[in-house]
């Protein structure tokens, strides 16, 4: 993004300079306001600005060069301070983690600290945007605390684990380097843990700060819009050849995407896990807005365990923040099999079916091609409470695709019979006019139209206020 279309930046400098007795003209440059500021030990907290946009932040950070950054009680009630404070003036809660775990010399103390400190964090929770930099070790403690974030960035030699290479190897006897184990690599492709990548803590802050410009300060505030000089009727020509013509041909959904921003700008977050899911923070007519994609160019777009925890957490994440909602529909469906079903996919998946259900921001879906059995519904289907639901003519929503559907109904005729069946299938199915018919889509468009009618959709939906009901909280399958 172009940091012209930002703020005026204030500088972050490490952990901060602090002039006790500024000048006025200065009072309003002033970067650093320190908390706690004469307890001893690896953990500084103060109010901030963040380099790439002046954004005002709580910023939080361990030192790993005392006692490797181990927690002392003293160190935990510090963060635990930032978290408060965060909450009290309602600003972004930033840790920056580097850390050994609690400090053993401190005994249970230091377990009991944590404790607290983890508290204070799960309390911002869903009220302020909570977002972690691991710069170096984040062992036991703080590294659950990555898990507690809503964004977390880890850097070029970050490394995070609850339990290391001994203990791992101890236990089943299988020997792992520190980086094998829970390196930035393994956290972005094979956890989900790290939202984001970067190559040192600078640059990490400022992906932070990319995340947090299209995100308010608390959950009571709507985000910033931006000024835009796209037409909300540009056309998108290329979308119109997009889909190819075999059903099993592939294209990358961030083209789609990308058509719809403003300026073709995104983020997306967690690219490399359950990578058959996009999900990406945009502007459309200068509103931040979240964008869950099925993609066909891993594994047909189908959903499975990893997706659904992803596309679960982002929308939580987006309604929390007062982030509109646009779904992009092309799955097959979920992804069969043993290991799949033993682990969990009924849970698994239910987790996006209660992430919908909750969200209460402008949602949009807009079919593109595939809308197939459960993962049709679970994907912000219309009776899942989307707020409207589009759909281009190559839209095919139905039970199943037309070859499986024949094999049952009809697995004992012949080949010939079959392959006429199929014909007569997708020519009276898997069309959205059908669905059309009964209020299930509420308009077939043009896809060349689709930025058109996404923006008058969100403008339409710049009133919408919706709660939930009134209860202690939901009790959804974690």
Not at 77 to 106: F, N, Y
Not at 194 to 217: F, I, K, N, Q, T
Not at 264 to 276: N, S, Y
Request: with cysteine; aromatic share 4%.
């Amino acid at each position: 993004m172009a940091l012209s279309r930002r703020s005026a930046a204030a500088s972050w400098v490490g952990t901060g300079s602090f002039d006790p007795s500024p000048h006025p003209a200065e009072v309003s440059r002033q970067r650093w306001l320190p908390l706690r500021g004469g307890v001893p030990g690896s953990t500084t907290a103060g109010i901030e600005r963040l380099a790439l946009t002046g954004r005002r932040v709580v910023l939080v950070r361990t030192d790993p060069a005392h006692h490797l950054g181990a927690l002392s009680p003293e160190d935990s009630a510090t963060l635990a301070a930032g978290a408060r404070v965060a909450l009290d003036q309602r600003l972004p809660l930033v840790m920056i983690l580097s850390s050994s775990g609690a400090d053993i010399h401190e005994g249970v103390a230091a377990l009991h600290g944590w404790g607290t400190a983890a508290l204070a964090v799960s309390r911002c929770s869903g009220m302020v945007p909570v977002m972690a930099v691991v710069d170096g070790l984040a062992v036991s403690g703080p590294a659950l605390l990555l898990g507690m974030a809503d964004v977390t960035v880890m850097t070029a030699s970050a490394v995070a684990y609850v339990s290391g290479p001994a203990a791992v190897a101890e236990l089943t006897g299988l020997r792992l380097g520190a980086d094998a184990l829970g390196g930035a690599s393994v956290h972005g492709r094979s956890t989900g843990v790290a939202a984001l990548s970067a190559a040192s803590l600078d640059a990490a802050l400022d992906r932070v700060a990319e995340v947090l410009d299209y995100l308010p300060d608390h959950s009571d505030e709507m985000a910033e819009r931006w000024p835009t000089d796209e037409p909300a009727d540009r056309p998108a020509p290329e979308l119109r050849d997009l889909i190819p013509p075999a059903s099993t041909g592939s294209y990358d959904v961030r083209r789609v995407i990308a058509e719809l921003s403003d300026d073709g700008d995104l983020l997306e977050l967690r690219a490399q896990w359950a990578p058959q899911l996009v999900t990406a923070l945009t502007r459309i007519d200068g509103r931040p807005v979240g964008v869950v994609a099925n993609q066909p160019q891993s594994m047909a777009g189908t959903l499975d365990i990893a997706a659904s925890q992803k596309g679960a957490r982002f929308v939580a994440f987006c309604d929390a923040f007062n982030v509109a909602l646009l779904t992009l529909v092309d799955t097959p469906g979920f992804m069969p099999g043993k290991d799949l079903e033993w682990r969990g996919m009924i849970r698994h998946g239910a987790q996006l079916v209660h992430s919908y259900a909750e969200a209460t921001v402008p949602r949009v879906c807009l079919v593109l091609r595939k809308a197939f059995g459960g993962a049709y519904i679970v994907m912000d289907s219309k009776l899942m409470g989307n707020d409207l639901c589009l759909a281009w003519p190559s839209a095919q929503i139905a039970v199943m695709g037309a070859q499986g559907a024949v094999q049952i109904l009809h697995r004992r005729e012949p080949p010939e019979v079959q392959r006429r069946l199929v014909e007569d299938y997708e020519e009276t199915y898997l069309n959205p006019y059908v669905a059309a018919e009964r209020g299930f889509v509420d308009r077939v468009i043009d896809p060349i139209d689709t930025r058109f009618e996404v923006v008058r959709a969100l403008r339409m939906l710049d009133s919408k206020r919706e709660r939930i009901p009134h209860r202690k909280h939901g009790n959804g399958p974690l």
